[in-house]
């Protein structure tokens, strides 16, 4: 059994390389050459944690495995990451233990691919204005992830953390974007692609400020409770989710969803578009917005990839 440490993948792993493989795997679940399986993901009533498992298989790697993680939101002030991730990949034909890779920077990275590759087939082509709503621990991946996607001229952020949402401003002005700070109305009514990456448990994005046109990435909402947008937003915006079944439950969608104004068909998966089953967007006024939860197959590509460039490095460590 191989091991893959945090630092083997922050040293080897391009997110060009993970945003590649997450599309892939997209495509696979839409070929049906992989599956998720229900996600559990539970409050575990003990340090405000968030606990829970994705797993999945892709005969198309192939890859089968479990990424167990959450969120223990008093980390920070230990000086580790609140978010904890964890993957063990197994033998598809044996069941056995095939490699236990740490998932960590590796879900930054791979959250930040679901949302790029929305941008890439579902932004409109001339989208200038990148809007951020979060500037925590995701904020970087996010903006770098979607700066190679269109040619964003100008990033607004904002976040209550002012601290944040400067050095995340600086960080863009970093990469040769012009950077600015405002109040959630500004932020969401200038950007012609917004990205939503917030723990909120209630809409921060509200329907009338939207513009037509605009495409939104819901990379917050992935348990029961959370919500970043108001629910009309889905209700008039033409939906996508990485698994329709999740976006219902635990993503943006469930409250849209609960209050009868959408049905789980109305979600499409975003594999469809990428595999060229859907259009996608269809007019340059539509409103598109991609409910992203999260899924075992992003996780197992990614992890494939970080296992990959430590075989190839000479890096990944045998254990006995």
């Known amino acids: ?55 999945g298989f892709d005969k ?17 002030a230990r000086g580790v990451p609140n978010h904890q991730s964890t993957v063990v990949l197994f033998d598809e034909d044996s069941g056995a233990p095939k490699a236990l890779v740490r998932a960590t920077y590796l879900t ?8 790029a590759l929305s941008i890439r087939h579902l932004a409109r082509a001339d989208a200038r204005v990148l809007g951020l709503m979060g500037a925590g621990g995701q904020g970087a991946f996010q903006l770098e992830a979607a700066l190679a996607e269109r040619r964003f001229t100008k990033v607004l952020i904002h976040d209550p953390n002012a601290a944040n949402v400067e050095a995340l401003a600086d960080y863009a002005r970093a990469k040769g974007v012009s950077a600015a700070t405002g109040d959630p109305r500004y932020v969401v009514a ?47 915006a033409t939906l996508f989710g990485d698994v329709a079944g999740q976006a219902v439950r635990l993503g943006e969608s469930q409250h849209a969803f609960g209050q009868g104004l959408i049905g789980e068909e109305t979600v499409r998966c975003l594999g469809d578009v990428i595999s060229k089953r859907h259009p996608g967007r269809t007019d340059d006024k539509e409103i598109t917005v991609f409910d992203s939860t999260g899924m075992a197959l992003q996780d197992l590509s990614s992890c494939m990839v970080a296992l990959k460039a430590a075989v190839d490095a000479g890096q990944a460590i045998e254990l006995p």
């Not at 922050?10 to 599956?35: G, I, N, Y």
């Not at 930054?108 to 949302?115: E, P, Q």
């Not at 939207?210 to 939104?216: E, L, Q, Y």
């Open 1 to 55: 059994m191989l091991y893959v440490s945090e630092q083997m993948v922050r040293d080897l792993v391009r997110q060009a390389d993970v945003t590649a493989a997450v599309s892939e795997a997209f495509v696979a679940l839409a070929d049906e050459k992989a599956v998720c399986w229900p996600i559990v993901r539970e409050t575990l009533g003990h340090a405000d944690a968030v606990f829970g498992f994705k797993s």
């Open 190 to 236: 200038e950007a012609d692609v917004l990205i939503t990456v917030t723990p909120s448990r209630q809409a921060i994005v509200k329907e009338a400020w939207v513009r037509p046109g605009t495409h939104i990435a819901a990379m917050g909402a992935d348990t029961v409770g959370k919500q970043e947008l108001e629910a009309g937003i889905l209700a008039s």
């Open 60 to 76: 198309s790697l192939p890859a089968m495995g479990v990424k167990a993680g959450g969120l223990w939101p008093g980390n920070a």
């Open 108 to 115: 930054a990275l791979r959250t930040a691919a679901a949302s």
